[in-house]
């Protein structure tokens, strides 16, 4: 990787500071002016045009609608800076939800601010070939990071008033403070510009209570997430022989792949479960080994280039072919998912699908001996005695984040379920290695089925039916990827 620090020249009694010098920052030395001269001349034009972002149209309209929400305060919503991953290497920058939501702006370091329904992003200036910075700077040079939207192409490409990040200080702090709402926490400088109010949580809450409703554009970008998601499950069917006897991590590795050709990233750290892995929740380690005759659980999903992320889990025979106990877990499985599927309805309670998948699950378990008491027992609120083996609910919201809409209050995000929801089902069975209520040939062994499920007037709609889930079909999927020829991965 290339020096984050630009190689100049030293400033000595050799090369006195003069006008033939140009200043380039504290501590920094100055660069010759010949050379400032030379590296900002003669250039084309840049590769902007006159193009619209395709969701323009409905960030103004989320604006709109929360201006009137907060009709007499002033709304101060920042996206974040880059964060630091090692010493002066910094993690690829993801726009904050909520700001992201209302503007579609990738750029960091901007500030979105709504005051009586009128909107006005504040975006640094460009490091273009216009200053020094355009070489000198290696976290915001052009020379060093890419082509950057400053004020003039993000107000055409946003569809949006525009104005420098430099004048948004002035512009908040003469303002009463009790008027003017902030989402903290993105950006410290901005924090610290506006005395935190107590009614500071009603922004957050607000803007998640209306992402939870999704509209056609981010529909479309769910689906395109899973589409991609759907591909990135069939590159890693192909890839299994050659992962037999190595790690997750060739798991992991293919997935990724496929979301950074296709989509943006993934959308939350790839769980490659194999083998007894697969009873814990949340392995993100991935580096044990896969091995035939062991099941793989992949719960993963691709983020799109406009952020909206698919949550996709399939448990799966690495040797493309159930063994008796895996079947009988997996088809437990199955037949709960398919009860929580057909709960997710229009006017349902939130819970109403982990109710009708806990009931399959536990008179399974009851059915198999390990629950020694009736399932309506074992359910009952004060008991629970399932959950040992269940362990986790089997809904959340979904879009721009995988865990969507965190900050509704829980009348909205745990109530009536509306049309245009999102949400995931994905009950799971966990019999941990060393679980001695479990039959012995049972353990270690965990199926965890989640499809992404659209709330619609006419009922479920299932955006990741691209991914076969009864039994049969899943051994089918697999057998037939593997027939075409290629074991390793394709991307096309």
Same mark, same amino acid.
């Given at each position: 990787?290339?020096? @984050? ?6 400033v ?9 010098? $140009? ?16 590296? =900002?001349?003669?250039?084309?034009? +840049?590769?902007?045009d ?15 609608? $929360? ?21 002066? !290497?910094?993690?690829? &920058?993801?726009?904050?939800? +909520?700001?992201?939501y209302l ?5 960091p ?20 070939k ?28 946003? +569809?949006?008033? !525009? ?19 902030t ?9 610290? &510009?506006?005395?935190p ?13 209306m ?34 006897g ?15 050709v296709?989509?943006?990233d ?7 479960? @194999?083998?007894?892995?697969? !009873?814990?929740l ?15 659980? /992949? ?7 406009n952020?909206?992320?698919?949550? $996709?889990?399939? =448990? ?63 359910l ?19 879009? /721009?984040?995988v ?20 949400? =995931? $089902?994905?009950p799971?069975?966990y019999?941990?290695?060393n ?48 027939? +075409?020829?290629t ?5 096309r």
């Open positions: 990787m290339v020096s @984050s620090e630009p190689n100049e020249i030293d000595s009694a050799e090369h006195p500071i003069s006008d033939n010098w $140009v200043w380039v920052g504290e501590h920094r030395p100055p660069v010759p002016r010949t050379l400032f001269e030379h590296m =900002t001349s003669s250039w084309g034009d +840049d590769p902007f006159d193009s619209v972002h395709p969701a323009a149209d409905y960030c103004a309209e989320r604006r709109r609608r $929360v201006g009137e929400k907060f009709v007499d305060c002033t709304l101060v919503i920042p996206t974040g800076n880059y964060k630091v991953r090692a010493n002066d !290497t910094n993690y690829r &920058f993801r726009p904050g939800t +909520d700001f992201y503007t579609a702006c990738f750029e370091d901007a500030v979105l601010v709504i005051r009586n329904t009128v909107s006005t992003l504040y975006v640094p200036a460009r490091r273009d216009n200053t020094h910075e355009f070489f000198t700077n290696a976290h915001y040079g052009e020379l060093w990071v890419g082509y950057r939207r400053g004020i003039s192409e993000s107000a055409q490409f946003y +569809d949006i008033a !525009t104005a420098p990040i430099e004048q948004l200080e002035k512009d908040l702090v003469g303002l009463d403070p009790s008027s003017v709402l989402v903290r926490g993105f950006d410290a400088q901005v924090d610290s &510009f506006i005395t109010q107590e009614r500071d949580t009603e922004l957050p809450t607000a803007l998640s209570e992402r939870l409703v999704k509209d056609e554009f981010e529909v479309a970008q769910l689906q395109l997430a899973v589409d991609y998601t759907v591909k990135a499950f069939e590159d890693v069917v192909r890839a299994l022989p050659e992962a037999e190595r790690g997750e991590r060739v798991i992991e590795g293919v997935f990724n792949l496929r979301a950074r296709e989509g943006n993934v959308g939350y750290d790839t769980i490659a479960a @194999s083998g007894a892995h697969a !009873t814990i949340h392995w993100i380690n991935n580096d044990g080994i896969v091995r035939r005759g062991d099941m793989l659980l /992949l719960d993963a999903g691709v983020e799109c280039h952020l909206y992320t698919a949550d $996709v889990t399939r =448990t799966m025979p690495i040797n493309g072919t159930f063994s008796p106990e895996q079947r009988v877990m997996y088809e437990l499985v199955y037949r709960a998912q398919e009860a929580g599927i057909a709960a997710a309805v229009v006017g349902a309670n939130f819970i109403a699908p982990h109710e009708a998948a806990m009931k399959v699950l536990a008179q399974g378990l009851y059915d198999m001996g390990i629950l020694k008491v009736e399932p309506e027992e074992a009952r609120r004060d008991r629970q005695l399932h959950r040992r083996y269940t362990l986790h609910g089997v809904s959340h919201m979904l879009g /721009l984040d865990h969507d809409c965190s900050n509704a209050r829980s009348e909205h995000y745990g109530g009536e379920l509306y049309e245009g929801y999102v949400i =995931t $089902v994905e799971g069975l019999f941990q290695a679980d001695l209520t479990v039959p012995e040939n049972y353990r270690g062994q965990g199926v965890r089925i989640e499809d992404d499920i659209l709330i619609t007037a006419t009922g479920p709609k299932n955006l990741s039916a691209g991914l076969p889930r009864a039994i049969d079909e899943v051994e089918a999927w697999m057998k037939g990827l593997w027939a +075409d020829g074991t390793n991965l394709r991307l």
